[in-house]
DNA sequence: TAGATTGTTAATCGATTAACAATC
DNA sequence: TAGATTGTTAATCGATTAACAATC
């Protein structure tokens, strides 16, 4: 158990190494180098082996890594080895593929409720559960031992929905809304905001087309 | 026009500051200091100022930034003066909701074309448009300009959808599916991973329990 | 022992932040 | 002119990377 502080950075790789170690376990190759794992998971070995020396030293030198032993190290050090009973707030397009986006249950996380503001849909059926009310939440989250929640309402009813989620005792919450959440120290609140990665590549698509402009300028000068 | 290097970390700020402008103009406020803005964007106000000043001097000392003028840069910043056709790939759970997302086209994006692999589906009607097959990628990106894809499908056709995508012309891919993605310099790929940013959450969320059951221990010591 | 590969060191790079001179 | 607030400087902090000693 590592009681040193793991850089964000690395915290955030995480994840990605332990996909990359259950492919090749899919694959039947039980050992591996770091520069084989680094090159799955899509950076380089330096930065992957230092990623692993924040966990302790789970290689053996001249040899490389046990798959199976390293993908259970991440795994415990993540918290994945119990399992994260998750409530989705808001099933309205996105709420509805969340609730069944199968990536989830498959990785450790359990959706146990399904929360939405329009009473006219309580008690529809989505991905096996039955769509309930937001006074419920409370209830719900101690019954369950909730810690995570995920808010998938338009802009204007996050902050409020986020509020309630806190006053139930949630402190970690997954936001879809594109919105600022303001919350107390001690709650966590991760944020993935989908115009804004296409804004983002947009941006990046504007230069790519500027710079051959720019090119095809100089050629013609 | 700005030719100089706008840091990656500026770069991923500025559709925050975006919103923060449109909700203030929704507001009726059309004059706001750093501090105010930065507020709004959930950020401190020196790293607003510093995004900001890579941009250009849009502000004014001792006054403030006037709104409308700085959503207007922002937005050619970003290239959001022209409107950028999009095409989505896998019209799952998930490529359904992206495609009736309504934050796409309200910020400058437009869904032209949903491709699926699964012949059943071509013709369906999806959010006005209709599925169609994955050979006709190429015609509907020299047709539309199709510039940036969405991959929306299972992690085991992401690839192969993505080495078609760039053959096509396409230069910007934003991937949903758990996979990482090779692909040639000058491609630029941004990855939304669902199950990390849970995985994330998880881990912070046992340190905190971890640390709560310390604490309790030290208490009774 | 020789070859391979980890875990760590140290240098570099990029991002954040506080402080303040410039200037409205 | 006095007060306010930007834009910039410089210090600090954190992340990345190459190189290599440790060691299997």
């Known amino acids: 158990m590592s009681h040193s502080r793991i850089p964000e950075a690395t915290v955030a790789r995480l994840p990605v190494y332990l996909r990359a170690l259950n492919s090749l376990l899919d694959a039947k190759i039980s050992s591996c ?3 084989e794992l680094a090159a799955s998971a899509g950076v380089n070995s330096a930065k992957l082996r230092k990623d692993l020396s924040y966990l302790g030293s789970y290689g053996t030198r001249g040899v490389g890594y046990d798959v199976e032993y390293l993908r259970y190290q991440i795994s415990r050090e993540i918290g994945l080895t119990q399992d994260w009973p998750v409530v989705i707030v808001g099933i309205g397009n996105l709420g509805h593929a969340l609730a069944n986006y ?4 498959s990785r450790g996380f359990r959706t146990v409720a399904l929360l939405d503001a329009d009473s006219n849909r309580h008690g529809e059926l989505v991905a096996g559960l039955k769509i309930r009310g937001f006074n419920e939440l409370s209830a719900i989250v101690h019954e369950h031992g909730v810690a995570i929640g995920v808010i ?3 802009a204007a009813a996050a902050q409020s929905v986020c509020d309630r989620m806190i006053e139930a005792g949630i402190r970690s919450v997954l936001n879809f809304a594109p919105t600022v959440l303001s919350v107390p120290d001690g709650v966590d609140v991760r944020k993935v905001d989908l115009s804004s990665e296409l804004q ?3 941006y990046h698509e504007q230069r790519k ?3 051959a402009a720019a090119e095809g300028t100089e050629e013609s000068a």
């Open 200 to 202: 983002i590549l947009a």
């Open 33 to 35: 180098s770091s520069e």
């Open 209 to 211: 087309a500027g710079l």
């Open 152 to 154: 998938a309402t338009p």
């Open 102 to 105: 199968s990536g989830f249950t």
